[in-house]
């Protein structure tokens, strides 16, 4: 399947069939795709011919899947601009946002690649012979993403597993699988194996869940909410399957007094605005030292305010509609058409799931929103004391993503980044992904890491060889 459509003529209300998904684009509604919904046999048998591809895969000498993943990456090199405009349609993700994406995916397969040579064990001395470990791959691994950022969080557990010997199945979000199936006829074209890496779209419930309880599954990487993924978590137990889960956040952004409150403030409507707010990273909770809190008030005002929203199409944008109408039903739960919001920005009128960016003064820390996963363009505001205070308000949550720290005192950053219970900080940035840094959550946020130089070592098991040297009786 690709994002050529079979139905042109689906409309939205029509009666659908129940095997197959109609893509929307969230920025006008219109359908732009149906894709079937694969059922549990249909996982079953695309389980077999993962088994069968994963075989041969590990077999080749390192250095051609090497090799074949360098060509699968230069192939998505050549349709960047294909992949970023079914992202636009699909996401309403703003066109240099997804451009963006799509080269991350084509830097992960690259950076995966180089990984596939360097797989070394170790030799361990030990008495009477010679001990070495191996990273053998894990088999059939079920890569679970989100519709957030469906192409690189893809990739994030696909590149990495392929590298280190895997097969992949892929089970895309329901309203996003458009990007997902053209990598897969990209990876055909570049050559790999057939059935060794495949693109399953359907429903969470039932092809989600068929890969995840599959005993021919070994692995499974999910990427989304904290519910779903306690539930694969438990449900992994049954078969001490390998688990790795990216969840959700609640990310602090801590302005200290001393900090170059220009640079915080122009920075901060980026870091929960971007990807409009749907983001595990967004930092949606924004604490502010209450010494400079007016100032930093004044200062984000006209900051968020003037952050572009409209046309994804259009290269001036920077925040494009949600993903779907339930998704803003989720985030108008959280604001009250009475809210006092401090900030609110401007918002397309008409057809498109569009909401404004908007700034809430906490009414106190447990407030719902305070502590919530919002999963859109809103953010939190509240005042603290000293830095102390600032530690205990950005630990008071269940997450533990990520965080930033706006200050001019390197004492206070490193310590303040030592203290704040979470996976990924940064000091005067927002930046906390990138393909060679490894990446994951604290507490409820998430278990294990991806990329980084270790990424492929989440998908092997190390085996460890004893060999004797001890002289045959023979020839004693
Ligand atoms: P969100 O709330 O952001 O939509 P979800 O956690 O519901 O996030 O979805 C993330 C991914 O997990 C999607 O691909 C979805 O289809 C899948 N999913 C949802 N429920 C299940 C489930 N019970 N088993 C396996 N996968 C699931």
Redesign the pocket.
Request: glycine letters at 14%.
């Given at each position: 399947m690709s994002n050529e459509h079979p139905h042109p003529d689906h409309h939205p209300n029509e009666h659908h069939h129940p095997h197959e998904h109609r893509i929307l684009n969230p920025a006008t509604e219109e359908v732009i795709a149906t894709v079937p919904a694969t059922t549990p046999d249909e996982v079953a048998a695309a389980v077999a011919r993962a088994t069968g591809a994963q075989r041969g895969w590990a077999a080749l000498a390192p250095a051609d899947r090497a090799r074949l993943l360098r060509r699968f990456a230069a192939a998505v090199d050549g349709h960047i601009e294909e992949l970023a405009a079914l992202e636009v349609r699909e996401a309403g993700h703003p066109i240099g946002n997804a451009r963006w994406e799509a080269g991350n995916v084509r830097d992960l397969l690259d950076y995966a690649a180089g990984g596939a040579e360097r797989l070394s064990g170790a030799q361990i001395p030990v008495a009477g012979g010679l001990n070495v470990t191996f990273h053998e791959p894990l088999g059939v691994v079920a890569v679970?993403?989100?519709?957030?950022f469906p192409m690189p969080i893809a990739a994030w557990g696909t590149a990495p597993a392929l590298a280190a010997g895997n097969a992949v199945i892929l089970?895309?979000?329901?309203t996003t699988p458009l990007t997902a199936l053209r990598l897969a006829e990209l990876a055909l074209e570049a050559g790999l194996p057939e059935g060794l890496f495949q693109v399953l779209p359907g429903?969470?419930?039932v092809a989600?869940?068929a890969l995840?309880e599959h005993p021919g599954v070994a692995k499974v990487v999910?990427t989304?909410?904290t519910a779903?993924g306690k539930?694969?978590m438990a449900k992994c137990a049954a078969g001490v399957k390998r688990v790795t889960l990216e969840l959700g956040g609640k990310s602090p952004n801590i302005v200290f007094a001393d900090a170059d409150l220009e640079r915080a403030a122009a920075a901060a409507p980026g870091s929960f605005l971007d990807n409009t707010g749907q983001d595990c990273c967004a930092r949606s909770r924004i604490l502010v030292q209450a010494s400079v809190y007016d100032r930093f008030m004044e200062l984000l005002a006209p900051a968020v305010t003037s952050f572009a929203v409209g046309d994804p199409a259009d290269p001036a944008t920077a925040m494009g509609p949600l993903i779907s109408a339930a998704q803003r039903e989720r985030v108008r739960s959280y604001v009250p058409e009475d809210a006092p919001a401090a900030i609110r920005g401007e918002a397309p009128k008409g057809k498109g799931f569009w909401y404004p960016a908007t700034v809430l003064e906490a009414t106190g820390p447990g407030d719902r929103a305070a502590v919530e996963e919002i999963f859109g363009p809103v953010a939190v505001v509240l005042p603290f004391e000293d830095e102390a205070d600032a530690v205990r308000l950005a630990n008071a949550t269940d997450y533990g993503l990520s965080g930033s720290i706006w200050t001019r005192d390197v004492g206070r950053a490193v310590r303040v980044s030592r203290a704040v219970a979470a996976g990924n900080l940064s000091v005067n940035s927002h930046g906390s992904v990138r393909y060679a840094t490894p990446f994951g959550g604290y507490k409820q946020s998430g278990l294990g890491r991806e990329l980084g130089p270790d990424a492929l070592a989440a998908f092997t098991e190390t085996k460890n060889v004893f060999i004797s040297t001890e002289i045959s009786t023979e020839e004693q």
């Open positions: 679970i993403a989100p519709w957030n089970k895309p979000a329901e429903a969470g419930p989600g869940a995840v999910f989304g909410s779903v539930e694969i």
